[in-house]
């Protein structure tokens, strides 16, 4: 109902952005004075770069870029990010495809330490190695680190099923990430079944960081899980509904 959605949203109002033709996939996220848009722009050379533009005082940024490539995953389910994590420190990530397996591909990671005016090389939160599925990422804040939590399917052996259990269940995992890399002891394993291909997503709370997904039980019964982050470790998760 519009006359309803105006009493506590307002007036919708329209305006142009940086994105070029043929953009795709964008991904908002906040600032403590505006928002960072990001999406991925079709290249001349058949790939995608990954750029992103500031939303402040009523105006955008020109457009910045992560990075870019021809390998790419590129989906519009599981799609890349760029988050401010403080005013200086962003996180960005992206998808690439590894040969053979349309679901085979690993998370990348880059880390910025000027606003995204400059990026550091990329490296994955995950070092399994296996030719199998890893994304729906989220990117915060956890005790004072910049992080990462993603699905992972190093257990799956490069399957993909959403209808019922393949060869082993998809997992969510998390990592602590530094500027070359994880982490000595980053890594951590925060639920060993959980859906195949639903986002994930993360809130930073006065108690520190919550990360919410879709849980997945033996019945195949699926529902949206909460667990927070204590002490360097994930508490039980607890489902929403």
Known sequence: NSDRTEEWLGNVTDFANHAGSGSRYP????????????????????????????????????????????????NWADFPSVVPLSPRTWAA?????????????????????????????????????????????????????AMSAWLDGRHTAGGHDHAAGGSGAMTLRSAVLGANGVQAGGG???????CDCCQTDAAVTDDGPVLVYRDRNLGEVRDIALTRLQAGEWSDPVHVN
């Open 27 to 74: 991904h908002l996220a906040t600032t403590a004075d505006g928002a960072v848009l990001s999406w991925l722009q079709p290249t001349a050379a058949g790939g995608f770069a990954l750029q992103h533009s500031s939303w402040r005082a009523g105006a955008w940024s020109p457009v910045g870029n992560v990075a870019s490539g021809d390998g790419w995953f590129v």
């Open 188 to 194: 951590l394993e925060v639920d060993e079944r959980v």
């Open 93 to 145: 990530h992206w998808l690439e495809q590894r040969p053979g397996n349309v679901y085979a591909y690993d998370v990348l990671i880059a880390l910025s330490d000027d606003a995204g005016a400059t990026w550091s090389a990329p490296f994955s939160p995950h070092d399994d190695g296996t030719p199998t599925e890893h994304g729906f990422v989220s990117l915060f804040v956890g005790d004072g680190q």
